[in-house]
């Protein structure tokens, strides 16, 4: 029996599933993250290995959750129980993933709106002031304030519903975020700025560190450490082991090329992020040399704006397209966390999508807002088994990304290689007669290879090796 309540919504076809997948996929992480591990990993070598594990690692993990989705027809809290009754708690963890992520993702989503919004009105410059990103992220309102901006806006989004939210959404913002990051990083090239020294550096010099290995420092255990943060970076930023592929598999139409999807989300994520490389390195570079290259947060609120005011008239202009652009890849990416619990709760307590998005909505603001609390009233600095220093939000993102998601990914390896077999996936994505290109490679990579990978991620993040 199908009613409004009951029915469920889908993409209205291939595109409409690869730019919400892709939506999901380009986010923080291909900004601000991959262009300082590449910057730090020896450029041309880390974008190679990176390369590799994407094509194999990622698609095997890709292609396994968004099969699982489309099989099964259920959310990641009812999927897993679905395959076998006896692996329903995998599912509660998996969906426990996006719960714990979307309140610190509307945080740091409410920081961009932040910035954005100072660049919109001519004021840009004032953020590149000592000090300023400290302040704002330790006023008592306005960081919560913001953080309600970006979660409402997450909301109206996944309200609309899959079709009419999701995918119509996704499929402007996509392609504009794609022209954005084309015109920045062009203009990014261009740069050319002598320093108080009269050191001259230039945009094309910055894109060699990118792109030109660096074998300066090359020692087998530097590659095991390039190989292992490539992995790192690549489990994030597609989405995988969070559930949320398997969401938006579930809404994918029986009809649409599911292999052939999945190489145009790899080629959207990586050539995003390699995009991304081409526009901050040169940029930082020119203006600050190899050292304005961070980690995090303060590349992309203190090291950015600095860059942008030293590009003169053009800075303001340049820094709210790209505070735009950001802005764009973090919507999607929090609207595809916010539909992977909302899918959940609607299966499981049968509810309607505006209750399901409601209830999530309250949870996300409540812990939003104790994040934001993190960094006045609630502060404390603790040190993490990996040895970074954290507060709030640092101890939800490590504990979400570094311990639940690879022990989702172990789990979904298991049930999938070795219970169910990798038979049940490869017909699922053959089931229209569309070929397996990676057929062998997905199995040895299911059943060997990802897990032993994904168990030496979850050893290092927990400081054991
Ligand atoms: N994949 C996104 C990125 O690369 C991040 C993300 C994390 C998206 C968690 C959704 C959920 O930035």
Request: proline fraction near 3%.
């Amino acid at each position: 029996m199908e009613n409004e309540t009951t029915k469920r919504n889908s993409f209205t076809g291939s595109i409409g599933f690869v730019l919400a997948a892709a939506g999901s996929a380009v986010g923080l992480g291909n900004i601000w993250r991959f262009p300082y591990l590449a910057a730090r990993d020896g450029g041309g070598m880390f974008l190679v290995v990176y390369l590799v594990l994407a094509l194999t690692f990622g698609f095997t993990l890709l292609i396994t959750e968004v099969a699982i989705g489309r099989k099964t027809k259920q959310s990641p809290l009812t999927a897993y129980g679905e395959l076998r009754k006896r692996w329903k708690p995998l599912g509660i963890l998996a969906c426990l993933v996006p719960m714990i992520i979307m309140p610190y993702y509307c945080v740091i989503g409410g920081w961009v709106v932040k910035y954005f919004l100072a660049f919109l009105t001519g004021s840009g410059a004032q953020t590149a002031e000592e000090g300023y990103f400290g302040a704002f992220i330790s006023d008592s309102s306005s960081p919560i304030g913001m953080t309600i901006v970006f979660l409402f806006l997450s909301m109206i989004i996944v309200l609309g519903g899959v079709d009419k939210g999701i995918e119509k959404f996704s499929k402007v913002v996509m392609p504009a975020l794609v022209i954005l990051i084309l015109i920045i990083s062009i203009f990014s090239l261009t740069l050319s700025y002598t320093d108080a020294d009269g050191v001259t550096r230039t945009g094309m010099e910055g894109l060699k560190i990118l792109f030109v290995p660096d074998f300066t420092d090359f020692s087998l255990k530097s590659f095991a450490g390039t190989m292992m943060d490539a992995m790192g970076q690549l489990f994030y930023s597609l989405s995988v082991a969070m559930g949320i592929m398997i969401a938006y598999g579930s809404y994918m139409r029986d009809d649409t090329n599911l292999s052939k999807a999945i190489g145009q989300i790899e080629i959207f994520d990586t050539g995003i992020a390699f995009l991304a490389g081409a526009m901050i390195i040169p940029a930082v570079f020119v203006f600050m040399g190899k050292d304005g290259m961070q980690a995090g947060p303060g590349l992309m609120f203190v090291s950015l704006p600095r860059v942008f005011q030293q590009m003169g008239p053009f800075g303001g202009y340049v820094g709210c397209l790209f505070f735009a652009m950001v802005l764009f890849a973090a919507t999607t990416s929090a609207v595809s966390i916010l539909e992977a619990v909302v899918a959940s709760f609607m299966d499981q307590f049968h509810v309607t999508r505006k209750t399901a998005v409601l209830s999530e909505g309250a949870i996300a603001l409540i812990l939003g807002i104790i994040v934001c609390m993190g960094y006045n009233k609630l502060f404390f600095n603790i040190k993490l088994p990996n040895g970074a220093d954290a507060q709030i939000l640092d101890i939800m993102d490590y504990v979400s990304n570094n311990l639940m998601m690879p022990v989702v990914a172990i789990g979904t390896c298991i049930l999938i290689g070795w219970i169910i077999k990798p038979d049940v996936i490869i017909k699922e994505v053959t089931k229209n007669g569309e070929k397996f290109g990676r057929r062998g490679l997905f199995i040895v990579m299911i059943k060997f290879v990802a897990p032993v990978l994904l168990a030496v991620l979850l050893l290092k993040a927990l400081g054991v090796i």
